[in-house]
C-alpha cells in the first residue's frame, strides 16, 4: 500500500503473452491505461510510461476503432481519463479529463453516429472521471453500453455493479482479470446487445443473445421489436471439450434441444408470439463431453414498456457524484466546526439547568473559545486544513509540488481536488475534530479543580483511561500518516507536512499546555462552574 511504483516486469509479461500468442495477428487487441498504470509518471514522455513501450496500441489519449461487417459496422471508443502527469497514491484514484480532451470524445462520438451501435470502454467508472460540464455520461450518450473496472467489484463485497444512466447507456464494471480471473463476453445478435461476466476456468461458457434479458434492454439504442418477429431461440456455447446438449426452458416448461449451427452458435425455433404478454423466465443448461454443465437463465419481455430496476445500491455507488458529495461534506465540516468556535468565542458564558453532557459540552467550549492559546491554534488549525498546502514533497519521481484540499499543482500542472476532499474529511473526523474534544474535556477537569495527577484518581477511572486512550490511538493514527507521507512522497515531504507531521509535534504542546494552564486564567470559569454546581 505504501508503494507507487509500476512493476516492469509486469508488463514485460504482458507484452510477451502477445507476442508469443500472436494475438494481435489474429484478432483486434485493444487495450487501454488504468490508474496503476499511470502511477508515478512524470509526463506521458516518461520512461516510466510503460502502456507505450508494451502494449498493443502504444498510444495515449482516447481512440475510436471502428469493427466493419457485411451487415453493419461497430464503433468502439476508448476513455482515457488517466491523470498527466500521473500522482503517487493515493491521489491517483480519480481519471481526469480537461476540456480539450472532452471536445476529442464529441468528435469521437459524432463520428461513431454512423454506425449500427457505438461501446465505450475505459478503465475508470463515470463517477470516478472528474469532467467539465456537460459530463463525460452526456458525452457518451449515444452508446449502447460503457464497459469499466477500476472498482475491483469492492473487494468481492459488490459482485455486479451495474446501472444505466440517465441517458440510456449501461455502465458495467468488471472484476480485475489479474486476481479475479474476471472477464466478460458480449455479442450483438440482429443488433441487440447481449453480454456475460464470467471467470476463467468455469466451463462451459453460456451466452443467450436471443431473448435477450429484459434487465439491460435498451429501447434507445436497440431495435426490440425485432424479439417479436425472430424465428428463432438462439445461445452462444463454449467449452474446452465438445458441446453435447444445449436444453432450453422457458417458465419451467422443456422447450427441446437447440441444435448446433456454426461454431459456439446453438439455434432452437420458438414462435415469440406465445410469450407477448408479460415477463417470462428463460433457462439454458449446457453440457460438454467431459461431464461439466452450466445453468444460465434471465427474464425476458417482448412488451417494449416493461422495465426491470437495477440493484439500488448499485446504482447509487455507480451514478452518485461522490466527489462532490466529498466536497460539501469536507466543507460543511470545515464550516460547522469554524462557526462553534466563533459563535462561543463571542458569545456570553451561561449556566443554566442540570450540569448534564450538554450544559458541560457546551462550557468546555465556551472556555476552549475564550482562551486565546486554544481558540487561534485550532482556528489555525481548521483554515489551514481548507486553504493550506498540505505538503510539499515529489509528486512524482523528481517533480516537486503541492498538495492542497482542492487540488495539487505538480510541474506547472493542475490536478482537481477529488480524492484530496476524502483525505481532508479523514483528517477533520479522525484527528482535528477528536482534538478540539480532548482539549474540551481536560480544561473541562482542571475547571473542576483537577491536575493532570488528581484528575486520574477519579472514581470514574475506567471511563478516564478510555478518553486517554483513544485520543492515544487517533494520535497513533496521525504519526503513521506521517510515515506513510515519507514513504510515499519522500524526506522532504515529511519536513514540510504543516498538517500532518507538524501537527504531530503541535499537538502534545497544545496538550501539556493543557494541563499546565495557570489557575488564575481559568479562575473565573472554575469559580462559575462551581457556583452552578453548588446552586
Known amino acids: 500500500m505504501l508503494g507507487s511504483r509500476q512493476q516492469e516486469v509486469e508488463w514485460q509479461t504482458y507484452h510477451g503473452i502477445l507476442k508469443k500468442t500472436r494475438v494481435m495477428e489474429k484478432t483486434k487487441w485493444l487495450d487501454i491505461k488504468g490508474n496503476h498504470d499511470a502511477f508515478n509518471i512524470p509526463s506521458l514522455e516518461s520512461v516510466e510510461n510503460y502502456y507505450r513501450k508494451y502494449s498493443a496500441v502504444r498510444r495515449d489519449g482516447s481512440f475510436h476503432y471502428v469493427h466493419s461487417t457485411p451487415f453493419g459496422n461497430y464503433s468502439f471508443i476508448s476513455l482515457d481519463a488517466t491523470p498527466n502527469p500521473g500522482p503517487k497514491r493515493p491521489y491517483n484514484f480519480f481519471g481526469i479529463l480537461d476540456k480539450k480532451q472532452m471536445e476529442e470524445l464529441l468528435l469521437l462520438s459524432k463520428e461513431s453516429s454512423r454506425s449500427n451501435h457505438s461501446i465505450w470502454f475505459g478503465h475508470y467508472t463515470t463517477f470516478t472521471v472528474l469532467s467539465p460540464s456537460p459530463g463525460v455520461r452526456s458525452i457518451m450518450s449515444s452508446a449502447t453500453a460503457y464497459l469499466c473496472g477500476h472498482l475491483h467489484t469492492l473487494g468481492g463485497l459488490m459482485p455486479v455493479l451495474h446501472t444505466r444512466h440517465f441517458q440510456g447507456t449501461l455502465e458495467l464494471e468488471l472484476g480485475d482479470w489479474k486476481n479475479d480471473r474476471r472477464y466478460r463476453i458480449f455479442a450483438f445478435d440482429h443488433d441487440l446487445f447481449s453480454f456475460a461476466d464470467l471467470i476463467f476456468g468455469q466451463w462451459p461458457v453460456v451466452l443467450i443473445t436471443n431473448p435477450k434479458s429484459l434487465l439491460y434492454s435498451c429501447p434507445k439504442h436497440e431495435p426490440l421489436e425485432r424479439l417479436l418477429h425472430s424465428t428463432h431461440i438462439r445461445v452462444l456455447a463454449f467449452s474446452l471439450s465438445s458441446i453435447t446438449s444445449v436444453t432450453v426452458k422457458i417458465d419451467g416448461v422443456h422447450l427441446g434441444q437447440a441444435i448446433h449451427l456454426s461454431g459456439p452458435i446453438f439455434i432452437l425455433k420458438w414462435n415469440p408470439r406465445n410469450y407477448s404478454n408479460r415477463t417470462h423466465n428463460i433457462e439454458v443448461i449446457v453440457q460438454d463431453s467431459a461431464g461439466r454443465s452450466k445453468s444460465v437463465h434471465h427474464i425476458f419481455s417482448l412488451q417494449e414498456d416493461n422495465q426491470l430496476r437495477f440493484d439500488p445500491l448499485a446504482s447509487y455507488i455507480l451514478l452518485t457524484d461522490h466527489c462532490m458529495v466529498a466536497r460539501i461534506l469536507f466543507v460543511m465540516i470545515v464550516l460547522i466546526q469554524l462557526f462553534i468556535l466563533i459563535i462561543f468565542r463571542h458569545q456570553r458564558l451561561e449556566l443554566k439547568g442540570p450540569p448534564g453532557f450538554v450544559n458541560l459540552t457546551t462550557f468546555s467550549l465556551h472556555v476552549l473559545s475564550k482562551i486565546n492559546t486554544f481558540y487561534y491554534s485550532l482556528l489555525l488549525l481548521t483554515l489551514y486544513t481548507v486553504l493550506g498546502p498540505w505538503f510539499i514533497g515529489e509528486i512524482t519521481e523528481g517533480k516537486m509540488g503541492c498538495c492542497f484540499s482542492f487540488g495539487i499543482f505538480v510541474d506547472g500542472h493542475f490536478l482537481q481536488g477529488s480524492v484530496t476532499f476524502i483525505v481532508g474529511i479523514l483528517q477533520l473526523a479522525f484527528f482535528n ?103
Open 433 to 535: 475534530i477528536p482534538l478540539m474534544a480532548y482539549l474540551c474535556w481536560s480544561l473541562l477537569q482542571r475547571c473542576f479543580g483537577h491536575n493532570f495527577r488528581s484528575h486520574l484518581r477519579q472514581r470514574k477511572y475506567l471511563k478516564i483511561t478510555a478518553v486517554h486512550l483513544l485520543m492515544l490511538l487517533l494520535y497513533i493514527w496521525q504519526i503513521y500518516s506521517c510515515y506513510f507521507l515519507h514513504m510515499t512522497y519522500g524526506t522532504l515531504a515529511f519536513f514540510f507536512s504543516p498538517l500532518r507531521s507538524w501537527l504531530t509535534l503541535l499537538t502534545p504542546v497544545l496538550i501539556y499546555c493543557v494541563w499546565t494552564l495557570n489557575s488564575k486564567e481559568l479562575g473565573t470559569f472554575t469559580v462559575q462552574l462551581k457556583n452552578h454546581l453548588n446552586s
